[in-house]
């Protein structure tokens, strides 16, 4: 299944949070996450405690600091609030990713080495991303236990009885970046990973009357890792990435796009657990019902009901949705989606999405004229 560089799949996404207990807790209570492994205290971690979720193929850690000494999870959360810290690609053979990047200019963050115990051994490395982030190449194979060395059964009793969300994995994982940043990152994962440039979004494609941003994605040979990566481009008023890019204090992930088979299912459980997505106008339905071409399997009706956005490309469609920003300041959220046959990132919904996108903004004073 791998490409010629080895690449599988995505593996786990890890996040920098202020109580790792807590944001777990959310994650299975409003995600319907289930908690598969623990690291702290108990386990031999003397400053940070880590909980693994899981549901499906995706895969999710949450890291907090319990001591000061811990100045690598402090140091990032006190400049980017709770945020992605690295995500990670599965592979056949981590050196031979690892050395074909390096020699392709990527930026060295570790250098191939083996997390090992008793049970078994992972290889990994990682490369910088980004302005604080990184991309781990991991490879799993020789470890049949719980996620990684040094992860034990969650001691605590949290496990929740939650309703099935339906999510699957991950199926993009998306950057924002400065103005004139966005081709030299794109560049980073042609480069380095034999990746493809797969739509290019320019000026005048994504945009209100307001604000505008550019857009490349890359992707690996086979398409497992997609990569949007955004720009802001100048308008009347600040765009949602100078937003993201003020409040993180520099560049990172913005949104993870996580599948599903029914979004419809997992909206509605969703939105039950307390998620909250962007609110979307009746009046896109009523547009929606005028299009002759969009022809899809679910009930329009429904897609109202829960606010779910729908486009059609030549090859098919696709519906998704957006959270709002799920930490206490407006950078990251989810995306759910689910595909039949579109390949792309929803181009038709753009405007609805970054209208709504700009009320929210309004709201938190971030809309100004430029
Ligand atoms: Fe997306």
Not at 99 to 118: F, Q, Y
Not at 218 to 223: I, M
Request: hydrophobic letters at 35%.
């Amino acid at each position: 299944m791998s490409d010629k560089l080895g690449i599988r799949g995505y593996d786990f996404v890890e996040f920098y949070v202020g109580s790792a207990k807590m944001v777990a807790y959310w994650y299975a209570r409003a995600m319907g996450l289930e908690i598969k492994g623990y690291m702290g205290p108990e386990t031999g971690s003397r400053d940070r405690i880590s909980y693994y979720l899981q549901k499906n193929e995706l895969k999710i850690v949450v890291s907090s600091a319990v001591q000061p000494s811990c100045h690598e999870i402090l140091s990032f959360i006190n400049k980017h609030g709770d945020g992605v810290k690295r995500w990670s690609i599965e592979v056949d053979d981590v050196d031979k990713i690892f050395s074909h990047a390096i020699a392709n200019g990527a930026v060295i963050s570790k250098r191939p080495h083996k997390l090992e115990d008793e049970r078994g051994t992972i290889e990994q490395a990682a490369i910088r991303l980004y302005d604080d982030t990184e991309l781990v190449y991991v490879n799993r194979d020789s470890y049949p236990h719980i996620f990684y060395p040094g992860y034990e059964k969650p001691i605590q009793e949290i496990q929740l009885a939650c309703e099935d969300t339906g999510l699957m994995g991950i199926d993009h994982i998306v950057g924002n970046v400065r103005e004139n940043e966005m081709d030299k990152w794109a560049e980073y994962f042609t480069k380095t990973m034999n990746f493809e440039t797969f739509i290019d979004f320019k000026k005048g494609d994504i945009g209100t009357k307001y604000s505008a941003l550019l857009s490349k994605v890359v992707r690996s040979e086979k398409s497992a890792i997609k990569n949007p990566i955004n720009e802001p481009f100048e308008g009347a008023k600040k765009s949602q990435i100078e937003e993201y890019i003020e409040q993180y204090h520099g560049t990172g992930v913005q949104h993870i796009a996580i599948r599903t088979k029914d979004i419809v299912k997992s909206i509605r459980a969703l939105r039950r657990n307390g998620m909250e997505f962007l609110s979307v106008p009746d009046t896109y339905y009523d547009a929606l019902r005028e299009r002759k071409d969009i022809r899809i399997k679910e009930n329009i009706d429904d897609l109202q009901e829960l606010k779910i956005l729908c486009d059609r490309e030549s090859e098919g469609y696709l519906l998704q949705l957006f959270t709002k920003p799920i930490g206490d300041r407006p950078t990251f959220f989810f995306e759910i989606i689910q595909r039949a046959g579109a390949q792309g990132f929803g181009k038709g919904n753009f405007q609805a999405l970054f209208e709504a996108i700009e009320m929210d903004q309004e709201l938190r004073g971030n809309l100004e004229y430029n």
